[in-house]
């Protein structure tokens, strides 16, 4: 629990002054269900869950974190986290406000880093610019996707991203050009830091919108036939362990298809997702990765890494 006087000067520090009067640009939820921020619909109370609108005030809530040692964690969309059932002691920090606005100009898009990739690719589509088609169905955040750099059906952040803005935990904020942001499957520069993703500068192609949509529809279409879209799940469970050997292959091959803890199963659709059918709890998806893990690497000497993330 976080005490009224931390709450309260979150609060305060969120009261800004603006020409036409005092704005509110921080929304705090005490006790927060992180099962509502998570696509896997798992996760306990966070002490404190706040939506920030804009940089002065993320200043601000980071450093009274820092100088009161409160842990202080960054959402995106949820939706490669598994939060654990006694929640995250801190503050969970969702960008919002400033940090969903998209600008275009010519053939570059600048997106704020709490925008969703879905946002983002319409807008993308809108301005007849193409490049971001296979991030269409990818249910994150472009802080999220950065950070992950996230992929599908040949396509990467990697590819259209040229530019990162980011915050560190001190407050100062700094730029990373393409060539700084270390790319790699699924990994980034911001994946070993606590640095926070603010904006994203992307480079992409004209296009005929007609032909972008044709693309996007065509991926969703493929997307929709092979994953367990409908259920509750945090995409692929595990990295590929090698360029041309898949997890799902592996845990369907080890006859793990459909194997299930408590409320959490290996999909029947696809098996490197497992997804919460019957109110699964963190540990029920836990004792399933284990399982899985210890599974594949006695049948086929093949360790698999998580691809989500743990949280609390
Ligand atoms: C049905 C389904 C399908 C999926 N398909 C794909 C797919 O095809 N390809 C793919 O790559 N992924 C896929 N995913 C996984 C997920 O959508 C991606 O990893 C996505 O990029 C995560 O973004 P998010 O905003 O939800 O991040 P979150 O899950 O909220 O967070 C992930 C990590 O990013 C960090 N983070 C988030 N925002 C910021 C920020 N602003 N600054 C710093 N760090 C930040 C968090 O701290 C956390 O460590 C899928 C998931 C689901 C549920």
Redesign the pocket.
Known sequence: MLNENILNLLKEKGKIEYPDGIHEDIILYPNEPMKNHT?FHIGGNADCFCEVKNCLTLRHVISLCKENNIPC?????????LVSDSGFRGIVIK?SGDFTEIRVSSDHIICG?GCSLAGLCVAARKHSLSGLEFAWG????V???T??N???YGGEMKDVVFWAKFMDRDGNIHEYEKDQLDFGY?HSV?TDTD???LEVGFELKKENPEIISYRMQELMNKRKAK?P?NHY????VFKRPKEDIYAAALIEECGLKGYSVGGAEVSTKHSGFIVNDRNATAEDVKQLIDHIQKTVLEQKGIELCCEI?FVG
């Open positions: 696509t964690f960054i959402i995106g969309l949820g939706s490669n986290l960008l880093a990818i249910p994150g955040s802080g999220g996707a950070y992950m996230a992929g599908a699924r911001f640095n926070i993703i994953q879209v799940s945090a995409g692929s993330k």
